[in-house]
């Protein structure tokens, strides 16, 4: 994939899942199934996206140290979230209703080091090196000063509630959309904005 398409493509998948999930507990349970399925396939192809996303965000933020920590723990993440979406997509395949599910759930995540890695701590890395890459970005003035905060919201507004999920996607795409037009820039210096 063209590494300018992913900075669209991450957010509007990202997008997809999140609304493909509100569709999924219309009913009152949320898995599993085919939306279920789905939404998870979405969020997988969006984290690899987001792969390319970091690399890119180094590249424009100068391959240094700082940026190649952020990139690096970024990716890490986004294996995390992956292991977890993995699971959640063979632990819905595996079970007959949500009740089957969760027991499924419980015994993964007391294998020793799982839910720290996979579910509490690993996918935390993901946010955390998206986020230091933006605002390296704004240092160095590749992005405009408000797009960490448009990042920020997005990071955050699934701890409020998930459901605002797309919402959070709107404002990565705004967010990201700018950063699409620069990949192909490579030796030209990119004039300062603000």
Same mark, same amino acid.
């Given at each position: 994939m063209n590494p300018r398409s992913a900075f669209v493509a991450a957010p509007l998948l990202v997008m997809a899942y999140g609304v493909i999930r509100i569709l999924d507990g219309l009913d009152g349970s949320r /898995?599993? /199934?085919?939306?279920? @399925? @789905? /939404?998870?396939?979405? +969020?997988?192809a969006a984290l690899a996206m987001f792969v $390319?996303? +970091?690399l890119q965000m180094r590249r424009m933020a100068g391959r240094n140290t700082l940026s190649n920590v952020s990139a690096t723990v970024g990716i890490i993440g986004t294996l995390a979230l992956s292991t977890q979406f993995v699971i959640d997509i063979v632990v819905g395949f595996l079970s007959a209703d949500r009740a089957g599910m969760g027991i499924l759930f419980d015994r993964i995540q007391a294998v020793p080091g799982v839910s720290v890695a996979v579910y509490d701590g690993g996918p935390f890395l993901f946010y955390i090196g998206q986020l230091a890459l933006v605002v390296q970005l704004a240092a !160095?003035?590749? !992005?405009?000063?408000? @797009?960490?905060?448009?990042?920020?919201?997005?990071?955050?507004?699934? +701890?409020?509630d998930k459901d605002l999920i797309p919402l959070g996607a709107v404002f990565l795409l705004v967010s990201f959309a700018p950063l699409? /037009?620069? !990949? $192909?820039? @490579?030796?030209?210096?990119?004039?300062?904005v603000v």
């Open positions: /898995g599993p /199934g085919l939306a279920w @399925t @789905t /939404g998870h396939l979405a +969020f997988l $390319s996303t +970091f !160095v003035r590749r !992005v405009k000063v408000w @797009t960490p905060f448009l990042v920020l919201l997005d990071l955050l507004l699934p +701890f409020v699409a /037009g620069q !990949v $192909s820039r @490579t030796a030209e210096p990119v004039p300062a």
